[in-house]
């Protein structure tokens, strides 16, 4: 129940629907209606997006995010390497027939490659079905065909595939793999995903290395980031909000160690 109402909410309040939804409905009711509160929504919405087009503010929300676990140098000895589904899209996958990967697609190349750096260590992938809409297939099926259409064998991974959410995959991976306490675990999933991350595995008694991947941002604004297309940007600010309205809830549920967990 909390996955379908996390995911109902969230597909009504993501910033970038929202605010063109203001626009539209101010637009539409005030050709049949003077009333304050058309005006409102029209001026909400028209400024939100004014707002996004003419401010970095993708960049800004993300970046506290990104940089909140920056990236370790390689440790000597890995036990174990966990990498966080996300990467795949399950309806087109389903549909097509073969992997489709999205923009998230850098969690699964650097799994490949610290598997072959650390060839004794323990590897997992977890993702289940995280669609809403049926016909989606779950990623850890997909992921085994990819890995070993890479030259990675499946036999070597251990794949979860009943996870739907960050919590799930803390939970669920850490019942099947039983680390010890005292091992190295890499976590590999997005740099801005990174600190919701580390707080359920932290959350769920396991305390592993972050290890993020899939940066969004640069360390500094460029003002060349203001020419990338409205819908890119929106994109990423939608991104942000997930992150940043995923870090109270679960901080609320008592699904994260911290409000913003910190190295």
């Not at 390497?81 to 087109?92: Q, R």
């Not at 799994?111 to 995280?130: H, K, Q, S, V, W």
């Not at 669609?131 to 259409?149: K, M, R, Y």
């Not at 919701?196 to 980031?225: D, N, Q």
Request: glycine residues 12%; charged residues 15%; aromatic residues 8%.
């Amino acid at each position: 129940m909390v996955f379908l109402l996390s995911k109902i909410a969230w597909g009504l309040s993501r910033p970038s629907g929202a605010l063109v939804l203001l626009a539209a409905v101010g637009l539409l009711l005030g050709g049949v209606s003077r009333h304050g509160l058309a005006r409102l929504a029209l001026v909400a919405g028209v400024a939100g997006l004014t707002v996004v087009v003419l401010l970095p503010l993708d960049q800004w929300l993300l970046r506290p995010l990104e940089d909140r676990f920056p990236r370790p140098a390689p440790p000597a000895r890995v036990d174990g390497i966990v990498v966080l589904g996300g990467a795949i899209d399950g309806l087109i996958s389903a549909d097509r027939g073969i992997p489709s990967l999205n923009g998230e697609a850098e969690r699964l190349t650097e799994f490949l490659a610290l598997a072959r750096r650390y060839p004794d260590a323990r590897l997992c992938f977890t993702g289940g079905i995280g669609d809403l809409l049926p016909g989606a297939v779950a990623e850890a099926g997909t992921a085994g065909a990819l890995f070993a259409a890479l030259g990675l064998s499946p036999e070597r991974v251990v794949f979860e595939a009943a996870s739907r959410t960050t919590w799930e995959n803390a939970v669920l991976s850490r019942a099947l793999l039983h680390p010890a306490a005292g091992e190295t675990w890499l976590l590999i999933t997005s740099a801005s995903h990174m600190p919701r991350a580390v707080g359920a595995f932290r959350a769920a008694g396991w305390h592993v290395l972050p290890w993020p991947v899939a940066y969004k941002t640069t360390r500094e604004t460029r003002l060349a980031t203001l020419a990338e297309p409205l819908g890119i940007r929106l994109g990423r600010l939608d991104w942000a909000a997930h992150e940043w309205v995923g870090l109270l809830a679960y901080w609320a549920l008592g699904h994260g160690s911290a409000l913003f967990p910190a190295p």
